[in-house]
Structure formats: structure tokens, C-alpha cells
């Protein structure tokens, strides 16, 4: 499954975050810098209400939702990119994975540390922003030479796109952009998406702001969470709002429980299912369903991916054999209470090798063995 780096500076809520997300104690929270050392891995499940609903009309016995990992990542503090703290650790740790969530601490709160000093959540994520984007640019720089050799000797085709894409991501980096601003104002160009991502830049990885608010703010997010929100939107990132500390009680409460303290508190669902819907689409996910008797199961593909392909998260026998995709929207399967229905008012459909599989289809392939 795809990886969700949670980075942030140290005491801004990430591991209360991790442990909510993860509903394990296991990446400890302490009111200390650098608590967390080794990278906490946890899988958490994407919360899809459909699956429920289809489960009901099929009748299947168990629900098996998609999946995403979220990794807790060591405390960065200013320099890292030069070493300073878990610095190298830290940047190798990110590059691992697919996209980033920034936790900015928007809540005030005495009691705990701020390794700043001060709460400013903008100053936050203008340093671990800085450190990364230092370490895109020295990475950069120290492979240019090198393969601007190769592309003017000529012939090294590879080598004269890696060194137009580099150019481009220095031009951001230079004026203190991160690399994705490059990708997202469509300098690069859509066919060079796979060399671009083979350049592993820390700062052209999705990236979604977490505002961590005080409980309080939790519905309605806080003056420090909206100026979060509005520079995501200029880094072109998306953000989120969420306390970290009421998730992790919601957490620890069992089903009725949470209802009851999801209303007192004005939220028509946990923040974590938010975060974690965001987090999945910012990697370019979604998911088709198979039902049955026994399981109704949600699938994670690319938004894009084809019949095929969908087929081949199954299986790769599935996607070898491919024959065809039966296929019902969502909607059509609910509107017509299931399968039967679909099929007697013509929303049955049969799919070839180039259907472009789209998010909530229901589906069943057909393949030779
Ligand atoms: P990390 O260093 O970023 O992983 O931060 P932690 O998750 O360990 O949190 C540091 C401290 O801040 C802990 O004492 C948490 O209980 C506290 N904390 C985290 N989130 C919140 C929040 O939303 N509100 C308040 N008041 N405290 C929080």
C-alpha cells in the first residue's frame, strides 16, 4: 500500500496524530522533542460508507475497505537537511514515501514545548519546507554536471529530459518554491510524469497541511488554521482540520460512544476520516467494489487505470486473462437494490480492454486462465 509520510516539527502532534490514526499506543507521545525515533509504519483502513451499503443489499458477511500506510517520521528541526537532529535519517524516511501530510501546530497551549518557542505554524512549515527544499536543491545541483556531459555528447536522450526536468524544478527551488509548483502550473509536460517522479524530489511529492487545533476549534478550525488553509492552497497542497488530541480519545471510544461525542462536539464524523479520504485522493487514489455473499471489498486503483489494470489489483492472472469487466456505477446498484435490478433497466454493462474504470463501480471480471 501506498505511504503517507506525517511530518512536522517536533511537539506539534504527530505521534498523538499517528496513534489515533493507528488506534495503537505504540508510537508513544511524550511532551519531549525527538520521542519519536524509528519510523512508526501503521495501515489504516479508508473509511467508505458505500461499502456498507452494498454489503446490505448483497447481504456479504464481512466488509474489507481499502487501505493506506501512514508513517511517522522522527521530529525535524531547522538544519536538518544539513544533518542537524534525525536530519538525514528524516530525509531519507520521506523519500520513501508517496506524499506528505505537514502537521502544523495550531493549537496554544503552554504546557508544551514549542522547540520555536513561539506558535506560528506558517514559520512551522516554512522550515521543514526549507529544509526539504534545501535537499532537493543540493541533490540537484551535485547531479547536473554529470548529466549535462551526457546529454551534450549527444545520442542520451534520457539524460537531455532529466536535464531539462532538472532545470525546471531548480528554477522553483531557487525562488524558494517546492519542485511540485514546476508539475502543478504544467511546466512539465504530462508524458514526462514517470521521469519527473523518477527524479525523487522530497518537495514534488503531494502534500496536504494538517491544522492540529485546539479541541475547542475542532469544528470550526481556528484564525492559525485559516492562514494554514489559504497558503496550501498557494503551495498547492490541500489541507485539513483536525485535533489531534480529541481523535485519538475518539479513538478509544466504541461505536455508540463516539456517535454521542461526535455530536457533542459538532462533527458529523471523526477528522481522522477526512484526513485520511484527502490523503487518499492526493496520492491519485480511488476505489472500485466487488460484492458477494462473502465479502463486499473496496479496491484501490489510479484514477485513469483501466478495466485491465483494475483487474490486475486482484490478480495478475486477472489482468493477463482479461476478457471483460461487468460493470454497475454505484448509484445504478443502490437505485436498483443490486445486480438483478441493474440488469433489467439496462445499467449492466459489459466493459472491454479500454474502459477507463471510475471511482465507486461495482465490478466482476471475466478472464481466461
Ligand atoms: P510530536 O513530537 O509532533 O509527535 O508531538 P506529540 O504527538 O508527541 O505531542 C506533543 C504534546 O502535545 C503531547 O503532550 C500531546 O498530548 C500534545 N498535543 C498534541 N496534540 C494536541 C492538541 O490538539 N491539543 C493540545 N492541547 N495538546 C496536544
Known sequence: ??????????????????????????????????????????EVAVPEPRLEVLAKIVGSKEIIPARINFVDIAGLVRGAS?????????????????AIAFVARCFVDTDITHVEGRIDPLADLEIIETELM????????KRLPQLEKRAKSGGDKDAALTVSLINAALAELRDGRPARVAYEKGKISKEDTKA??????????????VCNVDEASASTGNDLSEIVSKRAA??????VVISAQIESEIALLDADERQEFLETLGLEEPGLNRLIREAYALLG???????????????????GDTAPQAAGVIHTDFEKGFIRAETIAYEDFVKFNGEAGAKENGK????????????????NFRFNV
Not at 352 to 361: F, L, S, T, W
Open 1 to 42: 500500500a501506498l505511504k503517507v509520510a506525517i511530518v512536522g516539527l517536533p511537539n506539534v502532534g504527530k505521534s498523538t496524530l499517528f496513534n489515533a490514526l493507528t488506534q495503537t499506543a505504540s508510537a508513544q507521545a511524550a511532551n519531549y522533542p525527538f520521542c519519536t525515533i524509528e519510523p512508526n509504519t501503521g
Open 82 to 98: 544539513k544533518g542537524e537532529g534525525l536530519g538525514n535519517q528524516f530525509l531519507a524516511n520521506i523519500r520513501d514515501c508517496d
Open 134 to 141: 534545501i535537499a532537493d536543491l543540493e541533490s540537484l545541483e
Open 196 to 209: 519527473w517522479e523518477m527524479l525523487q524530489l522530497l518537495t514534488s511529492k503531494p502534500a496536504l497541511y
Open 234 to 239: 498557494a503551495d498547492h497542497a490541500k489541507s
Open 285 to 303: 487514489l480511488q476505489s472500485y467494489f466487488t460484492v458477494g455473499p462473502k465479502e463486499a471489498r473496496a479496491w484501490t486503483i489510479h484514477v
Open 348 to 363: 449492466f454493462r459489459q466493459e472491454g480492454k479500454e474502459y477507463i474504470v471510475k471511482d465507486g463501480d461495482v465490478m
